[in-house]
Protein backbone atom coordinates (compact mmCIF):
# COMPACT_ATOMS: atom_id res chain seq x y z
CA UNK A 1 0.00 0.00 0.00
CA UNK A 2 1.18 3.36 -0.98
CA UNK A 3 1.03 5.97 1.99
CA UNK A 4 0.35 9.40 1.56
CA UNK A 5 3.47 10.80 3.88
CA UNK A 6 5.79 9.27 5.69
CA UNK A 7 8.05 10.98 8.61
CA UNK A 8 11.57 10.75 9.29
CA UNK A 9 12.54 11.26 12.64
CA UNK A 10 9.79 12.21 15.58
CA UNK A 11 11.25 15.33 17.19
CA UNK A 12 9.32 18.09 17.78
CA UNK A 13 9.89 19.13 13.83
CA UNK A 14 8.53 15.31 12.81
CA UNK A 15 5.53 16.13 15.48
CA UNK A 16 4.74 19.04 14.24
CA UNK A 17 4.46 18.23 10.30
CA UNK A 18 2.57 14.97 11.72
CA UNK A 19 -0.24 17.10 13.60
CA UNK A 20 -0.32 19.64 10.43
CA UNK A 21 -1.39 17.06 8.17
CA UNK A 22 -3.70 15.36 10.45
CA UNK A 23 -5.36 18.87 10.40
CA UNK A 24 -5.46 18.49 6.75
CA UNK A 25 -7.17 15.15 7.09
CA UNK A 26 -3.81 13.21 5.85
CA UNK A 27 -2.73 10.49 9.13
CA UNK A 28 0.91 10.24 8.21
CA UNK A 29 3.49 7.35 9.46
CA UNK A 30 6.31 8.53 11.70
CA UNK A 31 9.22 6.35 11.60
CA UNK A 32 11.34 6.81 14.62
CA UNK A 33 14.65 5.17 15.69
CA UNK A 34 14.00 5.59 19.62
CA UNK A 35 11.79 3.94 21.84
CA UNK A 36 9.98 7.78 22.55
CA UNK A 37 8.89 10.68 20.05
CA UNK A 38 10.31 14.06 20.85
CA UNK A 39 14.15 13.95 19.66
CA UNK A 40 16.12 16.19 22.06
CA UNK A 41 12.48 17.07 24.70
CA UNK A 42 12.22 14.75 26.98
CA UNK A 43 10.89 15.84 30.65
CA UNK A 44 11.56 13.48 33.88
CA UNK A 45 10.45 14.05 37.53
CA UNK A 46 13.13 13.03 40.08
CA UNK A 47 11.89 13.77 44.21
CA UNK A 48 9.19 16.12 42.82
CA UNK A 49 11.83 18.05 40.75
CA UNK A 50 10.84 18.78 36.96
CA UNK A 51 14.26 17.63 34.67
CA UNK A 52 14.30 18.67 31.33
CA UNK A 53 16.97 16.60 29.56
CA UNK A 54 17.39 18.79 27.01
CA UNK A 55 15.34 22.15 25.64
CA UNK A 56 13.83 24.22 29.04
CA UNK A 57 11.53 26.70 27.28
CA UNK A 58 10.88 28.24 24.02
CA UNK A 59 11.61 32.21 22.97
CA UNK A 60 8.26 33.90 23.52
CA UNK A 61 8.84 36.33 20.76
CA UNK A 62 8.60 33.63 18.07
CA UNK A 63 4.88 32.82 17.33
CA UNK A 64 4.97 29.13 16.76
CA UNK A 65 5.08 27.17 19.53
CA UNK A 66 2.22 28.92 21.22
CA UNK A 67 0.30 28.79 18.40
CA UNK A 68 0.87 25.16 18.01
CA UNK A 69 0.19 25.03 22.15
CA UNK A 70 -3.31 26.94 21.82
CA UNK A 71 -4.54 24.63 18.88
CA UNK A 72 -3.53 21.72 21.54
CA UNK A 73 -5.82 22.87 23.90
CA UNK A 74 -2.30 23.40 26.55
CA UNK A 75 -2.93 27.31 26.91
CA UNK A 76 -3.57 27.04 30.65
CA UNK A 77 -0.82 24.63 31.20
CA UNK A 78 1.89 27.77 29.68
CA UNK A 79 4.12 29.79 32.40
CA UNK A 80 6.83 32.05 31.96
CA UNK A 81 10.08 32.53 33.03
CA UNK A 82 10.09 34.71 36.60
CA UNK A 83 11.81 37.68 34.42
CA UNK A 84 11.75 39.89 37.57
CA UNK A 85 14.32 37.63 39.20
CA UNK A 86 16.65 37.60 35.91
CA UNK A 87 19.89 38.14 36.83
CA UNK A 88 22.33 36.36 34.62
CA UNK A 89 26.20 36.23 36.10
CA UNK A 90 29.23 35.68 33.82
CA UNK A 91 32.78 33.86 35.23
CA UNK A 92 35.30 36.38 35.26
CA UNK A 93 38.56 35.76 36.74
CA UNK A 94 36.98 32.58 39.11
CA UNK A 95 34.41 35.98 40.24
CA UNK A 96 30.35 35.50 39.32
CA UNK A 97 29.46 39.16 37.51
CA UNK A 98 26.07 40.02 36.89
CA UNK A 99 25.44 40.93 32.76
CA UNK A 100 24.91 44.84 33.04
CA UNK A 101 21.04 46.13 32.57
CA UNK A 102 20.01 46.92 29.39
CA UNK A 103 21.84 44.74 27.08
CA UNK A 104 19.72 43.66 24.12
CA UNK A 105 22.06 40.65 23.77
CA UNK A 106 25.54 42.79 23.65
CA UNK A 107 24.18 45.15 22.34
CA UNK A 108 24.16 48.45 25.21
CA UNK A 109 20.72 50.31 25.58
CA UNK A 110 21.62 51.79 28.84
CA UNK A 111 24.67 53.72 29.60
CA UNK A 112 25.01 53.69 33.29
CA UNK A 113 24.77 49.79 33.51
CA UNK A 114 27.64 49.41 30.80
CA UNK A 115 29.79 52.20 32.91
CA UNK A 116 28.99 50.55 36.50
CA UNK A 117 30.18 47.52 35.02
CA UNK A 118 33.19 45.36 36.54
CA UNK A 119 32.67 42.90 33.76
CA UNK A 120 34.50 45.17 31.41
CA UNK A 121 37.15 47.30 31.07
CA UNK A 122 37.53 51.39 30.40
CA UNK A 123 39.17 50.42 26.68
CA UNK A 124 35.98 48.40 25.80
CA UNK A 125 33.46 50.67 27.80
CA UNK A 126 34.62 53.74 25.79
CA UNK A 127 34.69 51.46 22.91
CA UNK A 128 31.49 50.43 22.85
CA UNK A 129 30.37 54.04 23.58
CA UNK A 130 32.09 55.49 20.32
CA UNK A 131 30.10 52.62 18.33
CA UNK A 132 26.93 54.84 18.59
CA UNK A 133 28.63 56.63 15.70
CA UNK A 134 29.13 54.35 13.14
CA UNK A 135 27.85 55.47 9.63
CA UNK A 136 26.33 52.67 7.10
CA UNK A 137 28.65 51.29 4.63
CA UNK A 138 26.17 49.36 2.62
CA UNK A 139 25.80 45.80 2.21
CA UNK A 140 28.66 43.39 2.95
CA UNK A 141 28.96 39.60 2.44
CA UNK A 142 28.58 36.91 5.01
CA UNK A 143 31.24 37.35 7.86
CA UNK A 144 31.47 35.03 10.90
CA UNK A 145 29.78 36.29 14.45
CA UNK A 146 33.20 36.88 15.19
CA UNK A 147 34.08 39.21 12.79
CA UNK A 148 31.23 40.85 12.79
CA UNK A 149 31.22 41.85 16.72
CA UNK A 150 35.22 42.85 16.77
CA UNK A 151 34.49 45.14 14.39
CA UNK A 152 31.57 46.81 16.17
CA UNK A 153 32.81 46.33 19.95
CA UNK A 154 36.31 44.76 20.36
CA UNK A 155 37.73 41.69 21.58
CA UNK A 156 36.45 41.55 24.96
CA UNK A 157 32.97 42.42 24.41
CA UNK A 158 33.29 38.88 22.46
CA UNK A 159 34.75 36.75 25.33
CA UNK A 160 32.86 38.17 28.10
CA UNK A 161 29.24 39.00 26.13
CA UNK A 162 28.68 37.63 22.75
CA UNK A 163 30.14 34.05 23.10
CA UNK A 164 29.08 33.27 26.29
CA UNK A 165 25.78 34.33 25.76
CA UNK A 166 25.89 32.47 22.06
CA UNK A 167 26.80 29.11 23.62
CA UNK A 168 24.31 29.23 25.65
CA UNK A 169 21.67 29.47 22.59
CA UNK A 170 24.08 27.24 20.16
CA UNK A 171 26.73 25.58 21.93
CA UNK A 172 29.16 26.93 19.29
CA UNK A 173 31.79 29.32 17.97
CA UNK A 174 31.38 32.97 17.08
CA UNK A 175 34.48 32.13 14.69
CA UNK A 176 32.71 29.80 12.65
CA UNK A 177 29.00 31.07 13.56
CA UNK A 178 27.34 32.77 10.45
CA UNK A 179 26.66 36.53 11.36
CA UNK A 180 23.58 36.50 8.77
CA UNK A 181 21.82 33.56 9.95
CA UNK A 182 22.46 33.57 13.51
CA UNK A 183 22.22 37.74 14.08
CA UNK A 184 20.29 38.07 10.84
CA UNK A 185 18.36 41.34 12.68
CA UNK A 186 21.78 43.08 13.43
CA UNK A 187 22.95 42.83 10.18
CA UNK A 188 19.96 44.60 9.25
CA UNK A 189 20.17 47.27 11.69
CA UNK A 190 24.02 47.50 10.36
CA UNK A 191 23.18 48.19 6.89
CA UNK A 192 20.59 50.73 7.83
CA UNK A 193 22.04 52.82 10.93
CA UNK A 194 26.01 51.71 10.99
CA UNK A 195 25.71 51.66 14.64
CA UNK A 196 24.27 48.72 15.97
CA UNK A 197 23.60 50.67 19.38
CA UNK A 198 21.94 53.52 17.47
CA UNK A 199 19.78 50.78 15.60
CA UNK A 200 18.50 48.73 18.49
CA UNK A 201 17.60 52.25 20.46
CA UNK A 202 15.82 53.67 17.19
CA UNK A 203 13.42 50.34 16.68
CA UNK A 204 10.20 50.07 18.25
CA UNK A 205 9.96 48.21 21.46
CA UNK A 206 8.40 44.86 21.36
CA UNK A 207 4.74 45.57 22.50
CA UNK A 208 3.07 43.50 24.86
CA UNK A 209 6.13 42.55 27.38
CA UNK A 210 5.47 39.31 28.92
CA UNK A 211 8.11 36.60 30.17
CA UNK A 212 10.87 36.67 27.82
CA UNK A 213 10.72 32.47 27.95
CA UNK A 214 7.87 30.27 28.09
CA UNK A 215 7.43 26.55 28.99
CA UNK A 216 4.68 24.51 30.32
CA UNK A 217 3.96 23.27 33.77
CA UNK A 218 4.90 19.77 33.68
CA UNK A 219 7.66 20.59 31.44
CA UNK A 220 8.08 20.81 27.49
CA UNK A 221 7.25 16.96 27.31
CA UNK A 222 3.51 17.75 27.75
CA UNK A 223 3.59 18.85 24.22
CA UNK A 224 4.98 15.84 22.89
CA UNK A 225 2.44 14.06 24.56
CA UNK A 226 -0.15 16.05 23.27
CA UNK A 227 1.45 15.96 19.35
CA UNK A 228 2.00 11.82 19.86
CA UNK A 229 -1.71 10.91 18.73
CA UNK A 230 -1.60 12.62 16.03
CA UNK A 231 0.18 9.83 14.12
CA UNK A 232 1.33 6.40 13.76
CA UNK A 233 4.75 6.40 15.62
CA UNK A 234 6.55 3.22 15.15
CA UNK A 235 9.69 2.48 16.26
CA UNK A 236 12.61 1.77 14.19
CA UNK A 237 15.71 2.85 12.40
CA UNK A 238 15.44 4.00 8.43
CA UNK A 239 17.98 2.84 6.87
CA UNK A 240 17.53 3.83 3.03
CA UNK A 241 15.55 5.95 0.60
CA UNK A 242 15.40 5.25 -2.72
CA UNK A 243 13.20 7.34 -6.00
CA UNK A 244 10.11 4.94 -6.81
CA UNK A 245 8.37 6.06 -9.70
CA UNK A 246 6.57 9.40 -8.75
CA UNK A 247 7.41 8.67 -5.11
CA UNK A 248 9.78 7.09 -2.75
CA UNK A 249 10.32 3.59 -1.02
CA UNK A 250 11.90 3.69 2.39
CA UNK A 251 13.32 0.54 4.05
CA UNK A 252 13.29 0.39 7.64
CA UNK A 253 14.22 -2.74 9.77
CA UNK A 254 14.46 -4.58 6.86
CA UNK A 255 11.09 -3.81 5.52
CA UNK A 256 10.33 -1.55 2.74
CA UNK A 257 7.32 1.23 2.32
CA UNK A 258 6.02 3.23 -0.20
CA UNK A 259 4.73 6.69 0.07
CA UNK A 260 3.81 9.80 -2.35
CA UNK A 261 5.70 11.67 0.53
CA UNK A 262 8.48 11.72 2.16
CA UNK A 263 9.61 14.26 5.22
CA UNK A 264 13.09 14.05 6.26
CA UNK A 265 12.91 15.21 10.17
CA UNK A 266 16.43 13.80 10.85
CA UNK A 267 19.52 16.03 12.18
CA UNK A 268 20.99 16.64 8.58
CA UNK A 269 24.04 14.30 9.14
CA UNK A 270 21.55 11.60 9.21
CA UNK A 271 19.10 12.89 5.96
CA UNK A 272 22.72 12.60 4.45
CA UNK A 273 23.31 9.31 4.65
CA UNK A 274 19.87 8.40 3.57
CA UNK A 275 19.63 10.50 0.79
CA UNK A 276 23.19 9.66 -0.88
CA UNK A 277 22.31 6.74 -3.31
CA UNK A 278 19.84 9.22 -4.76
CA UNK A 279 22.18 12.34 -4.86
CA UNK A 280 25.67 12.52 -3.79
CA UNK A 281 25.53 16.59 -4.03
CA UNK A 282 22.47 17.26 -1.76
CA UNK A 283 24.05 14.55 0.66
CA UNK A 284 27.37 16.37 0.77
CA UNK A 285 25.74 19.35 1.23
CA UNK A 286 23.76 17.97 4.34
CA UNK A 287 26.98 16.14 6.13
CA UNK A 288 28.59 19.74 5.80
CA UNK A 289 26.26 21.08 7.71
CA UNK A 290 28.67 21.19 11.14
CA UNK A 291 26.71 19.71 14.70
CA UNK A 292 28.03 20.28 18.12
CA UNK A 293 27.88 18.19 21.19
CA UNK A 294 26.27 19.02 24.93
CA UNK A 295 25.95 17.07 28.08
CA UNK A 296 23.19 18.10 30.56
CA UNK A 297 23.59 17.20 33.54
CA UNK A 298 20.92 17.90 36.21
CA UNK A 299 21.46 17.81 40.14
CA UNK A 300 19.23 18.05 43.36
CA UNK A 301 19.65 19.28 46.91
CA UNK A 302 17.82 19.08 49.81
CA UNK A 303 17.10 22.79 50.70
CA UNK A 304 18.34 22.46 54.28
CA UNK A 305 21.43 21.52 52.88
CA UNK A 306 22.59 24.08 50.16
CA UNK A 307 25.14 26.68 50.93
CA UNK A 308 24.06 29.41 48.47
CA UNK A 309 21.83 32.59 48.09
CA UNK A 310 20.83 31.61 44.15
CA UNK A 311 19.99 35.12 43.48
CA UNK A 312 19.45 35.23 39.74
CA UNK A 313 19.16 32.66 36.87
CA UNK A 314 22.08 31.07 37.14
CA UNK A 315 25.62 31.62 35.33
CA UNK A 316 27.51 31.47 32.15
CA UNK A 317 31.34 30.63 31.27
CA UNK A 318 32.98 32.57 28.83
CA UNK A 319 35.04 30.13 26.56
CA UNK A 320 38.81 31.81 28.06
CA UNK A 321 37.39 30.39 31.38
CA UNK A 322 35.56 27.10 31.00
CA UNK A 323 36.94 23.33 31.91
CA UNK A 324 33.80 21.26 30.83
CA UNK A 325 31.21 23.86 32.38
CA UNK A 326 29.22 26.14 29.92
CA UNK A 327 26.43 27.17 31.87
CA UNK A 328 24.26 26.47 34.78
CA UNK A 329 20.94 27.45 35.53
CA UNK A 330 19.19 28.29 39.21
CA UNK A 331 15.92 25.96 37.93
CA UNK A 332 13.54 26.90 40.69
CA UNK A 333 14.06 30.78 40.22
CA UNK A 334 13.82 30.84 36.26
CA UNK A 335 10.54 28.51 36.71
CA UNK A 336 7.49 28.37 38.90
CA UNK A 337 6.27 24.40 39.23
CA UNK A 338 9.42 22.94 38.72
CA UNK A 339 11.47 22.31 42.22
CA UNK A 340 9.59 21.39 45.64
CA UNK A 341 9.86 24.17 48.53
CA UNK A 342 12.33 21.31 50.11
CA UNK A 343 14.58 21.25 47.06
CA UNK A 344 17.14 22.93 45.18
CA UNK A 345 18.29 21.80 41.61
CA UNK A 346 20.53 23.82 39.48
CA UNK A 347 20.61 22.20 35.65
CA UNK A 348 24.32 22.16 34.41
CA UNK A 349 25.63 22.43 30.55
CA UNK A 350 28.43 20.71 29.88
CA UNK A 351 30.51 20.98 26.79
CA UNK A 352 30.79 18.46 24.23
CA UNK A 353 34.56 17.66 25.55
CA UNK A 354 33.01 16.25 28.69
CA UNK A 355 31.45 13.44 26.55
CA UNK A 356 34.00 10.62 27.14
CA UNK A 357 33.69 11.41 30.80
CA UNK A 358 32.22 8.26 32.99
CA UNK A 359 28.67 9.53 34.55
CA UNK A 360 30.29 9.93 37.99
CA UNK A 361 33.75 11.63 36.18
CA UNK A 362 31.12 14.31 35.02
CA UNK A 363 29.36 14.54 38.59
CA UNK A 364 32.73 14.80 40.01
CA UNK A 365 33.89 17.44 37.46
CA UNK A 366 31.02 19.65 37.61
CA UNK A 367 30.85 19.12 41.60
CA UNK A 368 34.46 20.36 41.28
CA UNK A 369 33.51 23.51 39.31
CA UNK A 370 30.53 24.22 41.16
CA UNK A 371 32.57 24.29 44.17
CA UNK A 372 35.01 26.78 42.91
CA UNK A 373 32.68 29.46 40.85
CA UNK A 374 29.44 29.21 43.45
CA UNK A 375 31.96 28.14 46.39
CA UNK A 376 28.80 25.18 46.89
CA UNK A 377 30.07 22.50 49.40
CA UNK A 378 26.55 21.15 49.70
CA UNK A 379 25.93 17.17 48.00
CA UNK A 380 23.09 16.29 45.72
CA UNK A 381 20.75 14.09 46.72
CA UNK A 382 20.06 12.82 42.91
CA UNK A 383 22.12 13.57 39.41
CA UNK A 384 20.48 12.92 36.11
CA UNK A 385 22.75 13.05 32.87
CA UNK A 386 21.50 13.26 29.37
CA UNK A 387 24.27 13.05 26.68
CA UNK A 388 23.29 14.60 23.12
CA UNK A 389 26.04 14.05 20.46
CA UNK A 390 25.97 15.57 17.50
CA UNK A 391 22.15 17.18 17.94
CA UNK A 392 23.18 21.14 17.62
CA UNK A 393 23.05 22.15 14.25
CA UNK A 394 25.76 25.00 13.73
CA UNK A 395 24.79 27.96 11.11
CA UNK A 396 28.64 28.19 9.69
CA UNK A 397 29.36 31.25 7.53
CA UNK A 398 27.71 30.56 3.75
CA UNK A 399 24.71 29.05 5.56
CA UNK A 400 22.37 30.71 4.09
CA UNK A 401 23.51 29.95 0.38
CA UNK A 402 24.33 26.23 0.97
CA UNK A 403 20.76 25.80 2.57
CA UNK A 404 19.55 27.49 -1.13
CA UNK A 405 21.28 25.07 -2.80
CA UNK A 406 19.71 22.04 -0.95
CA UNK A 407 16.50 23.50 -1.62
CA UNK A 408 17.09 24.25 -5.56
CA UNK A 409 18.03 20.21 -5.40
CA UNK A 410 14.74 19.20 -4.00
CA UNK A 411 12.68 21.20 -6.19
CA UNK A 412 13.84 18.59 -8.66
CA UNK A 413 12.70 15.81 -6.07
CA UNK A 414 9.33 16.41 -5.47
CA UNK A 415 7.50 14.68 -2.60
CA UNK A 416 10.82 15.03 -0.53
CA UNK A 417 11.24 17.27 1.95
CA UNK A 418 13.09 18.53 5.28
CA UNK A 419 12.46 19.97 8.27
CA UNK A 420 14.50 20.68 11.45
CA UNK A 421 17.03 22.77 13.50
CA UNK A 422 19.35 22.44 10.80
CA UNK A 423 17.73 24.25 8.20
CA UNK A 424 16.10 27.77 9.08
CA UNK A 425 16.54 28.08 12.60
CA UNK A 426 17.23 25.60 16.41
CA UNK A 427 15.09 26.59 18.38
CA UNK A 428 11.99 24.97 19.09
CA UNK A 429 9.02 27.60 17.30
CA UNK A 430 11.54 27.81 14.06
CA UNK A 431 11.50 23.81 13.96
CA UNK A 432 7.45 23.71 14.51
CA UNK A 433 7.34 25.81 12.07
CA UNK A 434 9.43 24.66 9.79
CA UNK A 435 7.20 20.93 10.18
CA UNK A 436 4.23 23.15 9.72
CA UNK A 437 5.66 24.28 6.29
CA UNK A 438 6.76 20.80 5.10
CA UNK A 439 3.27 19.58 5.69
CA UNK A 440 1.98 22.61 3.87
CA UNK A 441 4.26 21.12 0.83
CA UNK A 442 2.37 17.90 1.28
CA UNK A 443 -0.62 19.05 1.48
CA UNK A 444 -0.75 21.83 -1.36
CA UNK A 445 1.46 19.31 -4.10
CA UNK A 446 -0.52 17.74 -6.90
CA UNK A 447 -1.41 14.30 -6.52
CA UNK A 448 1.49 12.31 -7.61
CA UNK A 449 0.83 9.10 -9.60
CA UNK A 450 2.91 6.53 -8.04
CA UNK A 451 4.03 3.73 -10.02
C1 LIG B 1 20.65 20.19 25.17
C2 LIG B 1 19.78 21.06 24.29
C3 LIG B 1 19.13 22.16 24.83
C4 LIG B 1 18.31 22.95 24.02
N1 LIG B 1 17.64 24.00 24.58
C5 LIG B 1 16.72 24.67 23.86
C6 LIG B 1 15.83 25.59 24.49
O1 LIG B 1 15.87 25.78 25.71
N2 LIG B 1 14.90 26.23 23.70
C7 LIG B 1 14.80 25.97 22.37
O2 LIG B 1 13.93 26.56 21.70
N3 LIG B 1 15.61 25.08 21.74
C8 LIG B 1 16.54 24.42 22.47
N4 LIG B 1 17.32 23.46 21.86
C9 LIG B 1 17.17 23.24 20.42
C10 LIG B 1 15.88 22.45 20.09
O3 LIG B 1 15.49 21.72 21.21
C11 LIG B 1 16.15 21.49 18.96
O4 LIG B 1 16.73 22.18 17.87
C12 LIG B 1 14.85 20.82 18.46
O5 LIG B 1 14.14 20.24 19.54
C13 LIG B 1 15.24 19.80 17.41
O6 LIG B 1 14.10 19.12 17.00
P1 LIG B 1 14.16 18.18 15.70
O7 LIG B 1 12.88 17.46 15.62
O8 LIG B 1 14.56 19.00 14.52
O9 LIG B 1 15.39 17.18 15.95
P2 LIG B 1 15.58 16.05 17.05
O10 LIG B 1 14.93 16.40 18.31
O11 LIG B 1 17.04 15.77 17.05
O12 LIG B 1 14.79 14.81 16.45
C14 LIG B 1 15.27 14.06 15.35
C15 LIG B 1 14.76 12.64 15.52
O13 LIG B 1 15.19 11.87 14.39
C16 LIG B 1 15.44 10.55 14.85
N5 LIG B 1 16.26 9.85 13.84
C17 LIG B 1 17.53 10.14 13.46
N6 LIG B 1 17.94 9.28 12.51
C18 LIG B 1 16.90 8.44 12.28
C19 LIG B 1 16.71 7.34 11.40
N7 LIG B 1 17.66 6.93 10.54
N8 LIG B 1 15.51 6.68 11.42
C20 LIG B 1 14.52 7.07 12.27
N9 LIG B 1 14.67 8.12 13.14
C21 LIG B 1 15.84 8.81 13.14
C22 LIG B 1 16.13 10.79 16.19
O14 LIG B 1 16.09 9.63 17.00
C23 LIG B 1 15.32 11.95 16.76
O15 LIG B 1 14.26 11.51 17.57
C24 LIG B 1 18.15 22.64 22.64
C25 LIG B 1 18.81 21.53 22.09
C26 LIG B 1 19.61 20.74 22.90
C27 LIG B 1 20.29 19.53 22.30
Known sequence: MTQKALIIGGGISGLSAAYYLSKSGIRATILEKTPRAGGVIRTTVQQGCVLEAG?????????????????????????????????????????????????????????????????????????????????????????????????????????????????????????????????????????????????????????????????????????????????????????????????FRVRAGGNWMDAEHVILATPAHAAARLVRPNHAELADLLAAIPYTSSITLALGYRKDTFDHPLNGFGFLVPQRERKYMAACTWVGNKFNHRVPENMVLLRCFMGGNALALTDDALVDAARSELSSIMRLQAAPVFSSIARWPDSMAQYAVGHEQRVARIEAILESMPGLHLAGNAYHGIGIPDCIRMGKEAAARVTSATPLSVA
Not at 97 to 109: A, I, K, Y
Not at 180 to 200: C, D, H, P, Q, W
Open 55 to 247: PDSFIAAKPWAMDLIRELGLADEVIGSNDHLRVTYILKKGHLVPLPDGLMMMVPTKIMPLVGTRLLSWGTKIRMGLEFLRRPKGPRPDRSVYDFLLDHYGQESIDYLAEPLLAGVYGGDPRQMSVNSVLARFVEIESKYGSLTRGVLAAPRPKGGGSLFRTLKGGLQQLVDALTPSAEIVETTVEAIQRNGSG
